[in-house]
């Protein structure tokens, strides 16, 4: 916030600079590049080993659901073996976003895909043992498409702001009260990353091109411009980006039909998560092997999902496999390696096989009665991915 002293003794306070200049600094190029990297510092490295909390009492670890983003494995195990120190039994599979990756014997990704009947994006979880994936060509190329897609996202989200795109940047305006000044600052900072992702292209992780980028951009400047100001530009960016997902043409997805046919074929396995963001999936019947119950971002129906899952399993003929029951903790590495001061608090709370649900005396009950329990499903997922 600047104070600017004007000709009648009053004084303006400015939270944006007056005059914000268009042209890429040297101050500029070294945040693009800080916030674009994916080496970690020192205090970094030590901020991802460090859990907030140790689970002595857990010792069955299952986990088929989070997000390593650019932290290295190394380091993520340390922290696994800091946080479960006691643990005897375990599942993890590791699924970033349409990229497949693995954690000892297992891989997994978190594929978007196209749910045609309903017209809307869903997501899937793939898991396969690390045998299976060796020569999956098919599958590789499908979820290259899809992350080059999805990261193109970034693009029209950066082009509504600079163009700009008229009605949307009325809309979202008018949702958060951002004023002329605030849009104005925005539009001339996206320019400048515009401008730096061209001029530095093979210069840049293809995990930083992700809608991410933005909103980390203007937190470095939480120093520069305190905090009231860059929420006030997060809210603001953060209409802009629900405005521009909603006209992205989903179709150039692959349908989720497609991916489940081609996971089947390779001896693979299928679970939908964020139940509640994607009622509609539960109703089309996929050939899934499960579904997540509870997830941070969905607690609200969880005992009733349990019970819908134990009918529908009480139903199933002799031959047929038994739908399996997931908690996912969807922890994001990345957000770990942040400063303090600049976490998203409810991110960066989570914690790879941290779930809650599982000891809740509630949600417990139902699991009991079905003979349902981390080691229960750890068990039987293992011997699926096996099969």
């Given at each position: 916030?600047?104070?600017?002293?004007?000709?009648d003794?009053?004084?303006?306070?400015?939270?944006?600079?007056?005059?914000?200049?268009?042209?890429?600094?040297?101050?500029?190029r070294?945040?693009?590049?800080?916030?674009?990297?994916?080496?970690?510092?020192?205090?970094?490295?030590?901020?991802v080993?460090?859990?907030?909390?140790?689970?002595?009492?857990?010792?069955?670890?299952?986990?088929?659901?989070?997000?390593?983003?650019?932290?290295?494995?190394?380091?993520?195990?340390?922290?696994?073996d800091?946080?479960?120190?006691?643990?005897?039994?375990?599942?993890?599979?590791?699924?970033?976003h349409?990229?497949?990756?693995?954690?000892?014997g297992?891989?997994?990704?978190?594929?978007?895909?196209?749910?045609s009947?309903?017209?809307?994006?869903?997501?899937?979880?793939?898991?396969?043992?690390?045998?299976?994936?060796?020569?999956?060509?098919?599958?590789?190329?499908?979820?290259?498409h899809?992350?080059?897609y999805?990261?193109?996202?970034?693009?029209?989200?950066?082009?509504?702001?600079?163009?700009?795109?008229?009605?949307?940047?009325n809309?979202?305006?008018r949702?958060?009260?951002?004023?002329?000044?605030?849009?104005?600052?925005?539009?001339?900072?996206?320019?400048?990353?515009?401008?730096?992702?061209?001029?530095?292209?093979?210069?840049?992780?293809?995990?930083?091109?992700?809608?991410?980028?933005?909103?980390n951009?203007?937190d470095?400047?939480?120093?520069?411009?305190?905090?009231?100001?860059?929420?006030?530009?997060?809210?603001?960016?953060?209409a802009?980006?629900?405005?521009v997902?909603?006209?992205?043409?989903?179709?150039?997805?692959?349908?989720?039909?497609?991916?489940?046919?081609?996971?089947?074929?390779?001896?693979?396995?299928?679970?939908?998560?964020?139940?509640?963001?994607?009622?509609?999936?539960?109703?089309?019947?996929y050939d899934?092997d499960?579904i997540?119950?509870?997830n941070?971002?969905?607690?609200?129906?969880?005992?009733?999902?349990?019970?819908?899952?134990?009918e529908?399993?009480?139903?199933?003929?002799n031959?047929?496999?038994?739908?399996?029951?997931?908690?996912g903790?969807?922890?994001?590495?990345?957000?770990?390696?942040k400063?303090?001061?600049?976490?998203?608090?409810?991110?960066?709370?989570?914690?790879i096989?941290v779930?809650?649900a599982w000891?809740?005396?509630?949600?417990?009950k139902?699991?009991?009665?079905?003979?349902?329990?981390?080691?229960?499903?750890?068990?039987?997922?293992?011997?699926?991915l096996?099969?």
């Open positions: 916030m600047k104070l600017i002293k004007k000709d003794n009053t004084v303006e306070c400015r939270q944006f600079p007056a005059e914000a200049s268009e042209e890429i600094t040297e101050d500029d070294s945040r693009f590049f800080r916030v674009v990297s994916v080496d970690l510092e020192p205090w970094q490295v030590e901020q080993l460090t859990p907030a909390k140790v689970h002595v009492r857990q010792e069955a670890l299952l986990a088929v659901h989070w997000h390593p983003e650019f932290v290295p494995m190394e380091h993520i195990r340390k922290r696994i800091a946080t479960f120190p006691n643990r005897d039994e375990e599942l993890l599979i590791p699924t970033q349409n990229v497949l990756m693995s954690y000892d297992h891989s997994g990704v978190e594929v978007d895909c196209y749910a009947g309903f017209h809307r994006k869903v997501q899937l979880l793939l898991h396969f043992t690390n045998d299976k994936v060796k020569e999956a060509g098919v599958l590789k190329s499908m979820l290259a899809t992350f080059k999805r990261s193109s996202q970034l693009f029209d989200f950066m082009h509504t702001i600079t163009s700009p795109h008229e009605e949307r940047i809309k979202a305006a949702s958060t009260g951002a004023d002329q000044e605030l849009i104005e600052f925005v539009r001339i900072n996206v320019s400048k990353i515009q401008q730096l992702l061209d001029d530095e292209w093979t210069n840049v992780p293809r995990l930083s091109v992700k809608n991410k980028l933005l909103r951009w203007f470095s400047m939480r120093p520069e411009l305190g905090d009231n100001a860059v929420d006030r530009v997060q809210a603001y960016l953060k802009v980006k629900k405005l997902k909603q006209g992205f043409n989903l179709k150039f997805f692959y349908r989720a039909s497609e991916i489940i046919e081609e996971v089947r074929g390779l001896g693979g396995c299928v679970v939908i998560p964020h139940p509640e963001q994607f009622w509609p999936i539960l109703l089309r019947n899934v499960g997540e119950v509870w941070p971002q969905s607690q609200e129906y969880t005992e009733f999902l349990i019970s819908v899952v134990n529908q399993n009480s139903r199933r003929r031959h047929e496999r038994d739908m399996l029951i997931f908690m903790d969807d922890c994001h590495m990345g957000e770990k390696t400063p303090l001061d600049q976490q998203d608090t409810a991110k960066a709370a989570r914690e096989g779930q809650p000891d809740d005396l509630s949600i417990r139902k699991l009991i009665v079905n003979g349902i329990s981390r080691r229960s499903v750890i068990r039987e997922y293992k011997e699926r096996a099969g």
